[in-house]
């Protein structure tokens, strides 16, 4: 027989697992509901509240466990959310830690139960090529190359690439292979990351 979607309440939503459905029976999709009182659960619709209340579970999760919690996104891609917390240590994240860690959030997720909409909880390392967007990365990020995109060109250019020498709450600076000393001002930054090569 074919196989039916099969939906199970996890971490506050409905997550989709495939299942076959039983002999002789056609393909049947469930939902299943639960009824949350207003004064028990106060759901956070903002991207920015829940990445903020994510990261306050997290930060002890990984901090008894001497990992950095490097980010933590809440984004919609192709019609589905995904809660994101990339995670790392010295010598690099292995998939093992990434399972301990996941499961620990996941348990303070039901608990907690703050995200309305469904999504999907991944936890993974930075990976290459991730951006800098918080004062920790640039502080991680000091004496070694970065890549830097603008918004609008600059000399008719618009990506530059160097090592980076210093930045504060308006400015990032570099210096170029050349030697050339260039600041940029945060505002018209589109992108700025490690550089890495293959």
């Not at 956070?44 to 990261?55: A, G, P």
């Not at 930060?59 to 980010?71: G, K, M, S």
């Not at 984004?75 to 690099?92: C, H, N, P, Q, S």
Request: charged share 35%; aromatic share 10%; with cysteine.
């Amino acid at each position: 027989m074919g196989e039916g979607p099969l939906f199970v309440y996890r971490i506050g939503n409905f997550v989709p697992h495939t299942t076959k459905s039983p002999p002789g029976r056609a393909p049947v999709k469930r939902e299943y509901c639960f009824m949350i009182s207003e004064r028990d659960q106060v759901m956070l619709t903002r991207k920015e509240d829940i990445e903020r209340r994510t990261e306050e579970l997290l930060v002890p999760i990984v901090a008894a466990r001497q990992f950095e919690l490097v980010d933590v996104e809440f984004v919609k891609e192709g019609g589905t959310r995904y809660l994101r917390a990339y995670i790392d240590k010295e010598g690099g994240i292995a998939v093992d830690d990434c399972e301990v860690v996941s499961r620990a959030l996941s348990d303070l997720l039901d608990q907690e139960d703050y995200i309305a909409d469904s999504y999907i909880l991944e936890v993974s390392s930075p990976g290459l090529g991730r951006p800098l967007k918080k004062e920790k990365d640039f502080v991680r990020s000091m004496g070694k190359e970065v890549e830097i995109r603008l918004y609008r060109p600059r000399d008719h250019k618009k990506e530059f690439c160097g090592i980076l020498s210093g930045y504060d709450d308006g400015t990032v600076s570099i210096e170029t292979e050349e030697g050339e000393a260039l600041t940029f001002e945060k505002g018209e930054i589109a992108l700025i990351r490690l550089a890495f090569d293959f």
